[in-house]
């Protein structure tokens, strides 16, 4: 056995989660191992986000069930800067905004409370800075203006990847990152991930409706979710097959009580 | 009628006039005893240089004022009692024409006198560019300011006023006349004082007058800032924006009263009030009521809002998200929204040295 497979970045197992008494993940098994990028694909309102959120601790959900462990270690009990803190990221796939909060200062602040002072001081983080911007094709300009306020849709993703970047997460659940992108964005924001994730032992969760941005990350292994649970998983030929086919003949084969492999 | 007769002929004003609806008079007032006027009032010290420490070229601070244009027709209890306890306290604000520094002027006043008072009568010079902060500090337990003045005719004006006193009763009275073409940004930063009370009074006389009204109110503790602000329209093509917020923790009550006043003529008047409450306990407590008196029909708009509420949960949780505390992204989340009013009231020089007054502000109120 891989050491990997004993202790994945992310191990989700038999997550089950509500919300105002709705159940919306039914039990779901998720297993990453380290240096691999995963994704969930489905249509909307199959669970993909609360998936999501629930990884990062948003305190709506309720978790009745299962668990979600980080290299090995339950996450649950955890708050949301707690996890970022362990190594969490989550790219929003509708980040807020807030006005009067200036980017450089907010970047500094978060950089600083997730790898440490340290990290976030001097000519090391401004030269960081520049180079992470650089590669995202953001102008100087971008660090005075305020957190996500009067962004365009292409510029709050691509300061979510920011964030990723500087933060550099063990785990990076990236919700819906390339909507609203154009095919330029979607390259932009898949080298981003790829800076990330490839080359290292961290590991990637990609929650998309569309394949477009797969054929820039080539994810190891795709997960199919049908109301709150994973129907299927594969390699990247599913996300080709989904593209093609749609979802109508997997809804079909759940409803007829298939079990799929 | 010299204001000391005007004031003593004035009855307690009615808890039904807009101005005094949360705080009365005699709350405010220096004794407490309505119908007197206090002789043992000091005057503040007072100074005037850059951001820098330079002394400015081109403004001046001299004794004594020419006599005040009234204020426009309302309450007059402030403005008579203000002008006769100022009497022998009273400094002009001079700016030559055409003063252009590029630097932030600031007047301190520090008043440590338990009652004290002063006047400052601004004159903004045609066609400058000034940029003025009052701070008013010390430990006083009653200080009255009264700031009239007129912005010349072309001239750009950011005036901003910062409360910091460590304690007691702050009552600021403004009547602020603003000329043709004139463009005001007029700033309130205030976490200063147990009890504010301020009447702010802003009147475009003249076509082409543009007001910016900005605060940044924030209260702890069992604090009580009130703040009323009256903006009259009474010329054409004029334009006044009212953005008001306040941050109340504690026990704290803040109250924000608006009046536009848009008279019959101000053909193509644009004026909108908008005041935003950040509730940070249980117990704060935050009041908020603009009113309108349009007369004129041939505006561009006329609009009011208010909103209140405590600290946005899906902003918390965002904050969070990148590793930040509950508590360090609701201090961050409470000095946001301070400074998304606070960063339009002048300079990134003005704003970055108010930045940092607020940033010690906030961590001395322990929010």
Redesign the interface.
Same mark, same amino acid.
Request: net charge positive; glycine share 8%; hydrophobic share 40%.
């Given at each position: 056995m891989h050491l990997s497979d004993e202790n994945p970045i992310l191990n989700i197992i038999d997550l089950q989660v509500g919300i105002d008494g709705n159940q919306i993940l039914k039990g779901i098994d998720i297993k990453i191992p380290s240096g691999e990028i995963h994704a969930i694909m489905g249509r909307n309102g199959s669970g993909k986000t609360t998936t999501a959120n629930v990884i990062? #601790?948003?305190?709506s959900y309720e978790v009745e069930g299962g668990d979600v462990l980080l290299e090995g270690e339950s996450i649950l009990e955890m708050?949301?800067?707690e &996890?970022? &803190?362990a190594g969490v $990221? *989550?790219s929003?796939q509708y !980040? =807020?905004a807030? !006005? #009067? *909060?200036q980017v450089g200062n $907010?970047l500094r602040?978060?950089v600083g409370? +997730?790898r440490g002072d340290d990290a976030a001081r001097g000519s090391t983080f401004r030269e960081e800075l520049k180079s992470a911007m650089s590669k995202l094709n953001m102008p100087p300009s971008f660090l005075s203006r305020? +957190?996500n306020d009067g962004f365009s849709g292409g510029e709050k993703k691509r300061f979510e990847v920011l =964030?990723m970047m500087l *933060?550099r997460p063990r785990l990076a659940v990236l919700d819906e990152t390339d909507s609203g992108l154009d095919i330029d964005g979607i390259r932009t924001v898949a080298e981003g991930i790829n800076d990330v994730v490839r080359g290292t032992d961290n590991g990637a969760l990609i929650i998309t409706h569309y394949s477009r941005i797969l054929e820039h990350v080539r994810p190891d292994r795709i997960h199919v979710m049908i109301g709150g649970k994973i129907v299927t998983s594969g390699g990247p030929g599913l996300a080709t097959l989904l593209e093609e086919n749609g979802y109508d003949w997997l809804e079909q084969r759940v409803a007829e009580g298939e079990e799929f492999e | 009628m010299d204001p000391t007769s005007e004031y003593l002929s004035l009855g307690e004003p009615d808890r039904a006039v807009h101005l005094w609806r949360y705080t009365p008079w005699r709350k405010v007032h220096p004794t407490g005893n309505i119908s007197e006027i206090p002789e043992e009032v000091s005057p503040p010290g007072l100074s005037l240089c850059c951001i820098n420490g330079e002394v400015p070229e081109g403004v001046r601070l001299i004794q004594g004022s020419e006599s005040v244009e009234g204020l426009p027709d309302s309450d007059s209890t402030t403005s008579s009692f203000m002008s006769a306890i100022t009497a022998n306290s009273t400094w002009t604000v001079e700016v030559d024409p055409g003063f252009n520094p590029g630097k932030t002027v600031v007047l301190e006043i520090n008043a440590d006198s338990p009652i004290s008072a002063v006047h400052i009568c601004m004159k903004v010079g045609t066609h400058s560019n000034f940029e003025f902060v009052t701070v008013v500090k010390g430990d006083c337990e009653w200080l009255g300011l009264l700031r009239t003045g007129s912005t010349g005719e072309g001239s750009i004006t950011n005036d901003v006023v910062v409360n910091l006193l460590g304690r007691g009763t702050l009552l600021r009275v403004d009547s602020i006349h603003i000329d043709r073409d004139s463009q005001v940004v007029a700033g309130t930063i205030s976490s200063g004082s147990e009890m504010t009370k301020s009447d702010l009074r802003y009147r475009m006389g003249q076509p082409g007058g543009n007001l910016n009204v900005l605060g940044s109110i924030l209260s702890a503790e069992e604090m009580i800032l009130d703040h009323h602000i009256e903006i009259h329209h009474d010329a054409p093509e004029t334009f006044s924006r009212l953005d008001w917020h306040s941050a109340c923790g504690g026990k704290s009550k803040t109250v924000g009263t608006g009046m536009l006043k848009v008279s019959e003529g101000s053909r193509g008047a644009d004026a909108a009030q908008l005041f935003q409450n950040l509730l940070l306990s249980e117990n704060a407590q935050a009041d908020s009521i603009p009113e309108l008196e349009v007369t004129e029909n041939e505006v561009v708009g006329c609009g009011h809002g208010t909103a209140s509420g405590p600290v946005d949960e899906e902003q918390l949780f965002y904050l969070g998200t990148r590793g930040l505390s509950s508590e360090q992204a609701k201090s961050m989340l409470v000095a946001a929204f301070l400074n998304s009013t606070l960063s339009e009231m002048g300079s990134m020089e003005m704003h970055n040295w108010l930045v940092e007054i607020l940033s010690d502000d906030l961590d001395a109120l322990g929010i």
């Open positions: 990062m #601790g948003h305190p708050e949301p800067w &996890r970022s &803190r $990221f *989550l929003f !980040p =807020q807030v !006005p #009067g *909060l $907010f602040k978060s409370s +997730v305020y +957190v =964030q *933060l | -």
